[in-house]
């Protein structure tokens, strides 16, 4: 029984670090913010703008820090463009196929949109650019 309550412990305890360490803030004015909800043409992802809707849809997934700065001068944004694909094929059940097609129309959305606001790939990181 005692064994059982430690895991029961840890687990609450790991599940609110989670939430508090995860949990975006709406602070930041670099947060992307849609109240609309999130159309299903998401599924057709050969149409241009797929990846736009990807990462549009942030919000509603849950998942609102997708273009937020960390160190005020480094977006993880290929990181964030591949949760946000994972929370959205998770809600609507997307195939495997879909799963490959919908990251990597969000990481190019991510890309465009990062190098359009003065950002450079560095690695895996983009890199704020003056």
């Known amino acids: 029984m005692k064994v059982l309550g430690n895991i029961l412990w840890w687990a609450f305890v790991g599940f609110m670090a989670y939430a508090t360490l995860i949990k975006p803030d709406n602070t930041d004015p670099a947060v992307v913010n849609y109240e609309e909800p999130l159309p299903m043409e998401l599924a057709n992802y050969g149409e241009p703008g797929e990846g736009a809707k990807i990462m549009n849809a942030a919000k509603i997934m849950g998942r609102d820090y997708a273009w937020k700065h960390v ?60």
Do not use: Q
């Open 71 to 130: 160190k005020e001068d480094r977006l993880p944004c290929l990181f964030a463009a591949g949760v946000v694909a994972d929370n959205i094929l998770v809600k609507y059940h997307f195939s495997n196929e879909t799963e490959f097609k919908l990251k990597a129309a969000a990481v190019r959305e991510c890309a465009n949109v990062a190098e359009n606001n003065g950002f450079v790939l560095v690695g895996r990181v983009f890199e704020k650019r003056n």
